[in-house]
């Protein structure tokens, strides 16, 4: 698949995030910010010039139209190179396999100031094993755990960027009022798909997020648990 429309969503979000930073930069505040928060016109410049820039800025041997200048270019720089990366990243998931097979081993091991920690193995039907873990308490371990295995899988990725394109394709929208990101998965993928342009599987939400998300790609999931171990089995439905 080409993902045409999440190559569009990615290009608008660096556009937009371009724009909005440079406004910062020369502004010292985001337009979106309330008035009581404006009082530092400075403060983009600081944050994105090097130290010596910012020493000479104060020092008065460059202006501030020059502060700003060296700022923006030092941040353009910063902004090519992430979307560089993120534009690698979905080319590797495109050219990934489409999958028949999903195995999910979960073990757990008791920690004295954490108790249960799930340490987790993923392979698929191309053999590829992926791993992920999780300790501390408050949160769903077990679903961390298994959303960092399967995040480090591009063809695990694949299930949810090609749910995505369809979405989009159709007409969907990912744009959220609410979202701190402006963006949420959870309106064409399902809850546990991630805030961003390129869905991900988000950490702490409970397993069963991921196997509806899946169930929604076509793949089915069975499971067997002891006391000490989870095995989750997801195959392509026929």
Request: proline content about 3%; glycine content about 8%.
């Amino acid at each position: 698949m080409s993902y045409e429309y999440l190559r569009r969503e990615l290009n608008a979000q660096k556009e937009t995030e371009k724009n909005n930073t440079l406004f910062f930069i020369k502004n010292g505040f985001f337009e979106s910010w309330n008035p009581e928060h404006r009082t530092d016109p400075d403060r983009g410049i600081r944050n994105y010039s090097t130290a010596a820039r910012w020493n000479q800025y104060n020092a008065g041997q460059i202006t501030r139209e020059k502060a700003i200048e060296f700022a923006s270019k030092r941040y353009l720089k910063q902004l090519a190179k992430k979307y560089n990366d993120r534009f690698n990243k979905l080319e590797k998931v495109a050219a990934a396999p489409d999958l028949n097979y999903i195995n999910i081993f979960v073990s757990w091991t008791r920690s004295r100031m954490w108790g249960w920690n799930p340490q987790v193995e993923i392979q698929d039907n191309r053999f590829f094993t992926s791993h992920g873990s999780a300790s501390g308490c408050g949160y769903d371990k077990q679903s961390a755990a298994v959303a960092e295995a399967l995040n480090k899988n591009p063809a695990a990725l694949k299930i949810l960027y090609d749910l995505k394109e369809s979405e989009l394709k159709k007409g969907g929208s990912d744009q959220s009022k609410t979202a701190c990101t402006g963006r949420d998965n959870r309106y064409i993928i399902g809850y546990g798909a991630g805030y961003d342009v390129l869905p991900y599987y988000e950490g702490g939400v409970g397993v069963e997020c991921y196997f509806s998300i899946l169930k929604k790609a076509g793949f089915e999931t069975s499971s067997h648990s002891t006391k000490k171990s989870d095995t989750y089995i997801i195959k392509k439905e026929v």
